[in-house]
């Protein structure tokens, strides 16, 4: 099982930027397919975007297509997602998890495909 710990978040005016990074604690993390979802108040969570073991296939959730990039660094077992243009719709808890893939580059985007899960960091929009 890897341990994933989600660093980043915060409190952003609308508009702002914030980074958010996850680092794991095993070098088999570059074999899993990673993932950023969140959760709002009274919603279900949802995917943001993901990214294959290589980082050659990436994946976005249409509502934050354009705004966000997902990126990771397999020497350094981190994840990174950097949010641009924040909305105060983009408030939620921001969980990073991994997918046991191997070496196959596929991007999953169901929660039930993931494996292993950070314990979340707050991002809050301000209007």
């Known amino acids: 099982q890897v341990q994933l710990v989600e660093s980043g978040g915060g409190l952003v005016q609308a508009g702002g930027s914030l980074r958010l990074s996850c680092a794991a604690s095993e070098r088999t993390f570059s074999r899993y397919a990673m993932g950023w979802f969140r959760q709002g108040p009274g919603k279900e969570r949802e995917v943001v975007a993901a990214?294959?073991?290589?980082?050659?296939?990436?994946y976005y959730a249409d509502s934050v297509k354009g705004r966000v990039t997902i990126s990771r660094d397999n020497a350094k077992n981190t994840v990174y997602l950097q949010m641009n243009s924040l909305k105060p719709e983009d408030t939620a808890v921001y969980y990073c998890?991994?997918?046991?893939?191997?070496?196959?580059?596929?991007?999953?985007?169901?929660?039930?495909?993931?494996?292993?899960w950070g314990q979340g960091t707050q991002v809050t929009v301000s209007s």
């Open positions: 998890a991994g997918s046991k893939t191997g070496i196959i580059d596929i991007v999953p985007r169901h929660p039930s495909a993931y494996d292993d």
């Open positions: 990214i294959s073991w290589s980082g050659s296939s990436t």
